[in-house]
């Protein structure tokens, strides 16, 4: 008998089952958590480079006249976007992190090392309370909703709508949501600030290492060579997101435009 022929009448003499990866059971819905994260991905870039404007008042005020414009003509636009694939990417975020949890050796796949996999879903978790600060002040989707809704008076000062105010105030109403939130106090102020530096950069690791784990989910990576040059492609991606959030971030927390307000 051959060594891969199995013996009907010998269970002893059975071929033993292939040991098969453990992240098998999650391949759908990780392939579309990775297919949502390439537009939220895309979202991102153009988001940063219109906050890197911020550099120049004035022309970030434009770009943000040209938006607010464009967006008038197209009602819906934003919340089908930009929020329903945010939501749904932190619905299957959620998912996939109840079902693998936040144990450091659960990955058993080869999709990047242990550590990386484990810096995925802590930067997850830190991206959606970071999401959920940014998004629930500066917009009116956010605090100013739950004001409506309350009334309550410790949330007055989103009685007119989130932070940001894109008519004409652009500038200085991104610089009170990044750089003076808290008022008068600086220490405040800079825990504010600090967490949005942190907030971006772990949205571009996460953007960055999802997208080239994703791309090995995908089957568009699939040979060690393949993997390493796609890897290369992945940590460029990283480098430009995280230079673009703390060009944009030092814009409205330490330029000189925003230290004058």
Excluded at 15 to 38: D, E, K, S, V, Y
Aim: positive net charge; proline residues 4%.
């Amino acid at each position: 008998m051959t060594p891969t022929t199995a013996c009907k009448h010998h269970p002893q003499l059975q071929m033993a089952p292939q040991p098969t990866c453990a992240c098998q059971g999650l391949l759908r819905p990780r392939r579309m958590h990775a297919l949502g994260g390439l537009w939220i991905m895309c979202f991102l870039f153009a988001h940063l480079a219109i906050g890197v404007t911020g550099w120049w008042p004035k022309t970030y005020q434009r770009n943000t006249d040209v938006i607010q414009r464009a967006l008038g003509r197209l009602p819906g636009f934003t919340p089908i976007i930009v929020f329903l694939p945010l939501l749904g990417q932190a619905v299957s975020g959620i998912y996939l992190l109840r079902m693998e949890g936040m144990k450091y050796g659960v990955k058993k796949c080869n999709r990047g090392g242990k550590l990386r996999f484990f810096l995925q879903r802590a930067t997850g978790l830190a991206i959606l309370a970071f999401a959920l600060f940014h998004v629930g002040t500066l917009h009116a989707w956010g605090l100013h909703a739950v004001y409506q809704a309350t009334h309550l008076g410790a949330l007055r000062r989103y009685a007119g709508g989130g932070l940001f105010q894109a008519g004409g105030a652009a500038f200085r109403s991104t610089v009170e949501g990044f750089g003076a939130f808290c008022g008068t106090s600086a220490v405040g102020n800079w825990m504010v600030a600090v967490w949005c530096l942190l907030g971006g950069c772990a949205t571009a690791f996460h953007a960055a290492n999802g997208a080239c784990s994703g791309g090995i989910v995908w089957g568009l990576a699939s040979t060690p060579e393949t993997k390493r040059r796609w890897g290369y492609v992945c940590a460029a991606i990283g480098i430009v997101l995280m230079a673009m959030g703390a060009v944009a971030w030092y814009a409205f927390t330490l330029s000189g435009a925003a230290r004058a307000l």
